[in-house]
């Protein structure tokens, strides 16, 4: 599973009436307030589907979002063996309540101020585990095992040296070097996004239940379109490479045992 925030800029003046419904973030496409829509992605056996989605208010908690998209899945009788979360939700009201579900979570840890907190893990050549312990006061604290992973840049776009990626990791049964290709999985989100707002019915509207409903029809014409894909389009083309394949092995057989004879 992946749950991630998608952000739809918000222009203009804001009305009482739409402050409650507008989320700031840091800047993009010109503009610091925004949309927030909060969705829960499946990964299963390379099939990505778009369960669940919800309109965000500037006082809902990270928690209270979790929260929400989780328990979608009680009426799914889905299992979550890992959930991939943004390093938007890297709070200690976060980690602990994810740890009080028991759900196996991988999570980017984000490094705030100049010394001390993650950036003291930032050091060596090889990849290793660590325990941290995250607080804002005496009695508002969590502790959580991260994996710090090291990937030489190589030469890439100009640069060279390490590059380091620290991860909160509980209950994650995996390989410490395979961790960063894993959690790269969750990146099939963003492209669910882009087709998304390939279909999203276009709108001057600032009602945030409107676009809330066109946000939710792009998401479900999306998920019809991946299901089409399954069942009419990928199946039978696949069947057509084996058989294809099987047809020119036959043939190449034959060529060959008439050369021989």
Request: net charge positive; charged share 25%; hydrophobic share 40%.
């Amino acid at each position: 599973m992946a749950i991630d925030l998608n952000l739809i800029p918000y222009y203009g003046k804001q009305k009482d009436s739409e402050k409650p419904y507008i989320y700031r973030s840091k800047a993009k496409d010109g503009t610091c307030s925004f949309y927030a829509y909060a969705t829960l992605y499946t990964i299963k056996r390379g099939k990505r589907v778009t369960l669940a989605i919800r309109g965000v208010r500037w006082l809902d908690t990270k928690v209270a979002i979790l929260t929400y998209l989780l328990a979608e899945l009680s009426s799914l009788k889905i299992q979550v063996k890992r959930l991939y979360i943004d390093r938007e939700f890297f709070t200690i009201s976060v980690i602990r309540w994810l740890k009080a579900l028991d759900i196996p979570l991988t999570m980017p840890a984000i490094r705030r101020g100049r010394q001390g907190g993650i950036k003291q893990f930032l050091k060596g050549r090889k990849s290793y585990k660590a325990t941290h312990t995250m607080s804002r006061s005496k009695d508002d604290f969590v502790t959580f095992d991260i994996w710090i992973i090291c990937k030489y840049k190589k030469g890439k776009r100009g640069r060279s040296g390490i590059e380091y990626y620290v991860y909160v990791i509980y209950k994650v049964n995996t390989n410490l070097n395979h961790i960063h290709q894993c959690y790269r999985k969750r990146f099939g989100i963003e492209t669910s996004y882009r087709l998304k707002n390939l279909c999203r019915i276009r709108t001057t509207s600032k009602k945030p239940n409107l676009r809330l409903l066109f946000v939710g029809i792009s998401f479900l014409l999306v998920n019809i379109w991946v299901n089409l894909l399954w069942r009419k389009i990928s199946k039978p083309v696949m069947w057509r490479k084996i058989n294809l394949s099987n047809n020119f092995s036959s043939k190449t057989n034959a060529f060959f045992f008439k050369s021989s004879c």
